[in-house]
């Protein structure tokens, strides 16, 4: 599936529509991959190189006791829902693993009431929409389902009486999404992006405050070390 | 309670990109000049190359007065103005120069002289319908003296395409002549910019590279640019990008002769019953002062300046400050039309570091520099590929169909591609017309209670012709270079807030078509000079900062030269 660099093919839009038959919804999203071409896909990954897979102990992959500003339930759908966005796999860690849940409980203590209470109403939307279409509890959903509930709260489908998406489903998920991106690939200063690990999946080489023009071509030679340094590591900003 | 303070001869409203440039010439002049600044000072310690903290979350420590002051927006006076979107300029001493991308272009001669030039060579009809355009009061030449001065006294590295006639196919071919060279050569290019250059001469086309107010090797005791990659809407950690409160503010408060007050929010200026102006109120939290002055200069960006004169009425002005045209806030427009494209390649870029001032550029179809006889337009647009790429925002990259944008497909398509993508903004001639304009809004509100600006405002048929015409020019430069995938954003349509905002106090003889004279100063209260991007009647495919610094220069300068005429 992948070419001699290992990169992926191409999926055409007739792929998309022929593989979607199952995911309904999915094939709505321009974007959309199925979890039917995720399948594939993910055997294309079986001769990459794993990266950062070794995890450190103290930081855990998932919390089992609440956030500070969300009920220990909030905490179990939130830590489910961030946990498929970037999902821990054979290419390395995820989210869960990046301390996104810390980076979020960081921002509801500094951002207020407001987005405390957008997170809670979205979880509990969420949850009620995974029960009336899918029967179950988002958490006990099958991973399968979880995307396909996800697709759907993403384009703003998951609508219908009592579901309560407050403005709309889709700012709910661009909400967590933003925030889960800024934790995964921010600085670690904010508390996500544990070990670099974001900056790992990028390939990014680092917080430099002077890249110079053998840095620069090191960098095209595929040379270049990553420095491995919060912004807040150099001297002038700590 | 107003606490009267005593008078100066020159008050300065915002020390920014503008004021803090006009407030060197005036001090060093011997003029005591107040410089009121509603944020505060920041140095490299405040400028951690911070993803989060700059691009997402607006710098948090900032006074945050113009986030506070967003216009409003509507695409016609037909429907409601809504305040959508962030105002990015930056309450600080420097203004947004200090997080700018710091482009620093000249405008090219054409810029000056559009009615004539299209007159002459394709006839009258082709003014667009409804274009409230008009030749500035002067051409490029009156003003290359000032941009020569404001590239050594702020410090812009490039390359020159013209020095006194003599044509360098290294520069710009296209640009006006220039006196002599910059100050400083230009910034360096990376493997992708080679590329890029490649492809566009292999179209024929004729690659430079982009003049930059950053320093490209030391310069002013300050070192060269570190290319850390986080210049955009970041500040400057080791002083290389030459912000106006590390140039020409400090070396203005060492004559002695500048005071700048910072946390003051000047709120209205005031006039006697001759209509000359005789100061301005500002607040410093709770705290009210009158700042007399026997000249003011309004240097506090276009949304700004024109709120503040139609907020100040009086009974020489009913209609706000220097309105009794009625043209304060016509002929506005911006550069917020969008109309980007993207392209995705099979190779690595190697973005990471750099930043949005260094680059390659293409001027062959900006201006008038090619034919336009059979097109439906006039004008055009600069190509210009750059460097700026960070984790975050590269993580949020388009997936060009390859992947829905989460998921372990995603992990797998962003661990390949995250240096895979370039995107272009474009820059395009943009001009005024006569149902495009800035008022008061009669709803939203400051907190102060102030009315804030709504803009009525839309892209006409000559800015999409040209935005869809540029964008076939970007697609054929990403191709030749390899691209494999490009998409297009949409060509425009209200024209929301923006860094690129233009007119509302436009500059011309005529007053009843223009609220300043040549020099910056208002028809109707003499001792009033407007400066920043809101005297500029065209925009040429350009970024307006050098112009507007190049104006102030010249407008400072000339109310040292008249003081007595001005002042008195």
């Keep these: 599936m992948t070419d001699s660099k290992g990169r992926l093919p191409a999926i055409s839009r007739r792929d998309l529509l022929r593989t979607a038959g199952a995911a309904g919804a999915a094939a709505l999203v321009p974007d959309a991959v199925t979890a039917a071409t995720e399948e594939t896909t993910s055997t294309a990954a079986a001769g990459e190189r794993q990266l950062g897979t070794a995890l450190p102990s103290e930081t855990g992959p998932l919390p089992t006791r609440a956030l500070a500003n969300l009920t220990a339930r909030e905490t179990e759908i939130l830590s489910a829902m961030v946990d498929r966005l970037i999902p821990s796999d054979e290419l390395g860690p995820g989210a869960l693993d990046a301390g996104v849940l810390r980076f979020i409980d960081r921002v509801l203590s500094e951002s207020g009431t407001n987005a405390a209470d957008a997170y809670r109403s979205g979880l509990a939307a969420l949850d009620t929409y995974s029960r009336y279409t899918r029967g179950s509890p988002f958490i006990d959903l099958s991973t399968v389902d979880q ?35 800024q934790g995964m690939f921010g600085d670690p200063e904010y508390g996500g992006n544990v070990n670099f690990v974001g900056w790992d999946l990028l390939d990014y080489p680092g917080v430099r405050l002077g890249v110079s023009p053998e840095d620069q071509r090191a960098l095209e030679a595929d040379q270049l070390e990553p420095v491995r340094r919060s912004a807040y590591d150099y001297g002038i900003f700590e | 309670m107003t606490t009267q303070l005593r008078g100066t001869d020159v008050v300065i409203v915002g020390m920014g990109a503008a004021g803090g ?39 948090p420590m900032l006074v945050k007065k113009t986030e506070q002051e967003r216009p409003t927006s509507r695409a016609t006076s037909a429907t409601r103005a809504n305040q959508i979107g962030g105002h990015p300029m930056m309450n600080a001493v420097g203004g947004t120069t200090l997080h700018y991308w710091a482009q620093s272009w000249r405008l090219n001669p054409w810029d000056f002289r559009v009615m004539t030039e299209t007159t002459q ?78 492809a566009a001469r292999s179209l024929g086309w004729n690659p430079f590279p982009g003049p930059a107010a950053v320093n ?129 390649f099979p190779y690595d870029l190697n973005s990471w570091y750099g930043l949005p001032a260094q680059g390659v550029a293409v001027d062959d179809f900006a ?80 907190p102060l209670g102030l009315p804030v600006i709504r803009i009525t405002g839309q892209f006409k048929d000559n800015e999409r012709a040209i935005a869809g015409f540029m964008q076939d020019k970007m697609e054929d430069w990403y191709r030749e270079a390899g691209a494999i995938e490009v998409n297009r954003g949409g060509l425009g349509n209200t024209m929301g807030a923006s860094t690129h905002a233009y007119g509302g ?64």
């Design chain 2, 367 to 446: 201006d008038d520099n090619f034919d336009h006889t059979d097109l439906d337009f006039i004008g055009g647009g600069n190509l210009w590929v750059m460097s700026d790429r960070r984790p975050i925002s590269a993580a949020n990259m388009g997936t060009y169909g390859q992947s829905r944008n989460w998921g372990s497909t995603w992990k797998r398509f962003i661990h390949e591609h995250s240096d895979r993508t370039h995107g272009s903004y474009i820059q395009k001639t943009t001009l005024p017309y006569e149902d495009n304009y800035l008022d008061l809004d009669p709803e939203v509100t400051d």
């Design chain 1, 147 to 181: 995307d396909s509930v996800l697709i759907d709260v993403q384009i703003g489908a998951a609508t219908g009486a009592g579901v309560g998406f407050v403005g709309g489903s889709g700012s709910f998920f661009n909400m967590v999404k933003s925030h889960t991106w």
């Design chain 2, 505 to 568: 106090t436009r500059m011309g003889d005529n007053p009843e078509t223009n609220v300043v004279d040549r020099w910056g100063f208002s028809h109707e209260a003499p001792n009033l000079g407007v400066l920043g991007a809101s005297v500029m009647g065209t925009s040429g495919a350009r970024n307006p900062t050098l112009t507007s610094q190049a104006l102030s220069w010249r407008t400072a300068a000339h109310l040292v030269e008249s003081w007595g005429d001005i002042a008195e």
């Design chain 2, 21 to 59: 440039v006009a407030a060197l010439p005036l001090a060093e002049a011997g003029l005591n000049v107040v410089g009121l600044e509603a944020g505060t000072w920041l140095d490299q310690r405040d400028f951690a190359p911070d993803e989060i903290r700059n691009n997402y979350r607006d710098w």
């Design chain 2, 121 to 198: 060579r394709y006839g009258a009809s082709r003014i667009p319908r409804g274009s409230t355009v008009e030749d500035w009061p002067f051409g490029y030449d009156e003003l290359e003296p000032f941009y020569d001065r404001v590239e050594r006294e702020i410090g812009i590295s490039g390359q020159a395409g013209n020095v006194r006639g003599r044509i360098s196919s290294r520069g710009n071919r296209f640009e006006g002549p220039r006196e002599r060279d910059f100050p400083m050569p230009p910034l360096r290019w990376t493997g992708f910019h080679d590329r890029m250059a490649d």
């Design chain 2, 216 to 344: 490209s090797q030391a310069y002013q005791n300050r070192p060269g640019c570190g290319y850390h990659g986080f210049c955009n809407k970041g500040g400057c950690p080791i002083n290389a990008k030459n912000a106006t409160h590390i140039t020409t503010i400090p070396r203005a408060v060492d004559t002695g002769n500048l005071k700048v007050v910072t946390r003051a929010h000047v709120t209205t200026l005031e006039v006697d019953s001759n209509g000359r102006v005789t100061g301005v109120n500002y607040v410093v939290g709770s705290n009210e002062y009158f700042q007399p002055a026997r000249v003011v200069l309004l240097a506090s960006y276009t949304y700004e300046n024109v709120r503040m004169l139609l907020l100040s009425n009086s009974r020489a002005y009913p209609d706000g400050l220097s309105n009794n045209q009625g043209q304060v806030g016509r002929h506005y427009f911006s550069h917020h039309q969008g109309a980007g494209v993207s392209a995705f």
